[in-house]
């Protein structure tokens, strides 16, 4: 994953779920891709 996906990736975690920036930074790209993706799943099931 890029730096600046993760960037993106944190941006939104943090967004939506209300993540702090400091507990997200130090998890492993895998970590945060799997946040991401169930975090962003159940956003869209909320939007649509």
Known sequence: ???Q???N???FIERVK???KD???YMTDAEI???YD???F???EIVE
């Open 1 to 3: 994953m890029s730096r």
């Open 5 to 7: 996906e993760r960037k």
């Open 9 to 11: 990736m944190i941006e």
């Open 18 to 20: 209300g993540f702090e």
């Open 23 to 25: 507990a997200l930074v």
């Open 33 to 35: 891709e799997h946040i």
């Open 38 to 40: 169930t975090t962003y």
């Open 42 to 44: 159940q956003f869209e």
